[in-house]
């Protein structure tokens, strides 16, 4: 069921667990994190960047077949189709193209009073049409579709700013990056979040970049208040490393193995069978109707 995020990531605020929030590319994608959620009965959150979309040809395709899958697999459990990383502009195609939830990054605008000003525009107009909202505040370190920012710990106090204009979950900086993390990389900070956490009392926190922080780190960001964990390099790496096996073992040559059903089976195989071990890690299984 295509629901927005608002009522998941309440209860996972609540009962102290994550929801995965998993990037998607192409219909492979959103099918196979859409079998992983319902075979654990895990709510799920598919995700969308712009540079997905335009490989896909727009927003609304991408979410044409993501309602499709939804409707036509019997999806029983609660799905949230969210933009990721949205510019102002990115968000007003979302809301008109079907999305259920978006997240306006205006943590690359010139000032933070302009995050803040188009931040209330975007919850006023998300909201009317029942389109739960995420914001952030400072920057996330690597690159994501081309934008790069240093990786600043985000301000409790402009969190705090953020939070009160009724935004639905908040993205906020504490060590994490986009990509893949570098052996020199610091880990997370905690007592950062633990600040954060102390203003914005039961918002629910996002994590993004969770692809390569260690397990232990994770968990203790749930436990301190992070609830939608963002998912997308992890998927990436499962499916081009099956596919690679898969070439390797030269069976795209043997009979009619280059049948693109066959070919991209594996990479699909791989996608859900990450996508359920992260749900198992972050606790969102059996969490369907909680
Ligand atoms: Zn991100």
Not at 45 to 71: F, N, R
Not at 97 to 110: K, L, N, P, Q
Not at 142 to 149: I, K, L, T
Not at 180 to 200: H, Q, V
């Amino acid at each position: 069921m295509l629901v927005n995020a608002t009522a998941m990531l309440k209860s996972a605020e609540k009962g102290h667990y994550a929801i995965g929030a998993f990037n998607t590319n192409n219909l492979e994608w959103a099918s196979s994190i859409l079998d992983a959620a319902e075979e654990l009965q895990s709510p799920v959150i598919i995700q969308c960047t712009s540079g997905a979309a335009k490989w896909q040809g727009s927003y609304k395709v991408c979410a044409d077949i993501v309602k499709q899958l939804v409707e036509d697999k019997g999806i029983t459990v609660p799905v949230a189709l969210h933009l990721d990383h949205g510019t102002y502009e990115d968000v007003f195609k979302c809301i008109e193209a079907g999305f259920t939830s978006v997240m306006y990054d205006g943590s690359h605008e010139a000032s933070f009073e302009i995050n803040l000003e188009r931040t209330a525009e975007v919850v006023k107009a998300a909201h009317a049409k029942g389109i739960s909202v995420e914001a952030e505040v400072g920057g996330i370190g690597g690159v994501e579709d081309g934008v790069a920012s240093k990786g600043e710990l985000a301000d409790p106090e402009q969190c705090k700013a953020i939070a009160d204009l009724g935004v639905d979950f908040l993205a906020c900086g504490i060590g994490n990056i986009h990509g893949i993390y570098p052996d020199n990389w610091e880990g997370l900070s905690f007592e950062r979040l633990g600040e954060i956490k102390a203003l914005t009392g039961d918002l629910p926190l996002v994590l993004h970049g969770g692809t390569g922080i260690p397990v232990e780190q994770i968990n203790k960001a749930i436990t301190l208040g992070i609830c939608k964990l963002n998912i997308n390099t992890d998927l990436q790496l499962a499916f081009a490393k099956a596919t690679r096996a898969y070439i390797e073992a030269g069976k795209d040559l043997d009979g009619k193995g280059y049948d693109p059903r066959k070919l991209l089976k594996p990479g699909r195989d791989a996608i859900k069978d990450r996508t359920k071990e992260l749900m198992l890690q972050f606790g969102s299984d059996g969490k369907g109707w909680n």
